[in-house]
């Protein structure tokens, strides 16, 4: 499906950098919640099922993507606040949408 620059500037897709790591133990499918600097836009939280490819010593400090304007969606007791970006490898893990250079935390993508 074809869209438009107008669909796809509604789309706020910031960068942030992740503050915190904690087990998810009361999620359906292995996920960690995740605590991250969207700059200007404040501290969020939500949920990622990156369990697989990513421990979570090695995610603090990491620049990720993520969506910043859905609405808050219930998981659990868990309010998640932004969706986490990535991609699926063959086997359906999540690989993380990451910067390969910092970029001020709320920097929109261009």
């Known amino acids: ?17 992740i503050l915190e790591v904690l087990d998810f133990p009361e ?3 292995p996920a960690y ?3 991250v600097d969207f700059g200007d836009l404040g501290i969020k939280w939500s949920s990622a099922q990156i369990t697989f490819h ?13 969506v910043v304007n859905f609405p808050k969606k219930q998981i659990g007791k ?5 969706l986490v970006t990535g991609f699926a490898d063959e086997d359906g893990n999540i690989v993380l ?4 250079k910092a970029v001020p935390n709320g920097s929109r993508m261009m």
Do not use: H, P
């Not at 868990?78 to 932004?82: G, K, N, Q, V």
């Open 54 to 66: 990513y421990q979570k010593e090695d995610l603090i400090g990491k620049q990720i993507v993520g």
């Open 33 to 35: 919640k995740i605590k």
């Open 97 to 100: 949408t990451t910067l390969d």
């Open 27 to 29: 999620a359906r499918k």
């Open 78 to 82: 868990f309010m998640s606040e932004f």
């Open 1 to 17: 499906m074809e869209i438009n620059w107008s669909d796809f500037e509604k789309v706020e897709l910031r960068a942030g950098t």
